[in-house]
């Protein structure tokens, strides 16, 4: 089974910005589609990004659109999400996770998770 590392998380100021890591030692992540999802206190775990495996192409939700990036590094095996203009209500833990070749937006399509790595925006 594949386990995914988060990393990168961390206290910042509004306005600040962050690069999340998603790793899987083991395994190459360009052999499945990787997502970002995110959970903040009080609310249902949210999809904000995706690659895909076999083109690398990009999906977010409307929500995301402008501050969210996802990329992939396939020298170093690891999936990034920058984050930019962080905003209080970006506090959230988040989460990668793996599936087949295809980016999908269902939370039950993805088999492997990480643990989450916590992000807080407050001044």
């Known amino acids: 089974q594949v386990q995914l590392v988060e990393s990168g998380g961390g206290l910042v100021q509004p306005g600040g910005s962050l690069r999340l890591s998603c790793a899987a030692p083991g395994y190459a992540l360009n052999s499945f589609a990787i997502s970002w999802f995110r959970q903040a206190p009080g609310k249902e775990r949210e999809g904000i990004a995706c690659i895909s495996s076999a083109s690398g192409s990009v999906y977010y939700p409307d929500s995301a659109k402008g501050r969210f990036t996802i990329s992939r590094d396939n020298a170093n095996n690891t999936v990034y999400l920058k984050v930019n203009s962080l905003k209080p209500e970006d506090t959230a833990v988040y989460y990668c996770?793996?599936?087949?070749?295809?980016?999908?937006?269902?939370?039950?399509?993805?088999?492997?998770w990480g643990q989450g790595t916590q992000v807080t925006v407050s001044s």
């Open positions: 996770a793996a599936r087949g070749y295809y980016c999908s937006d269902r939370e039950k399509e993805y088999a492997a």
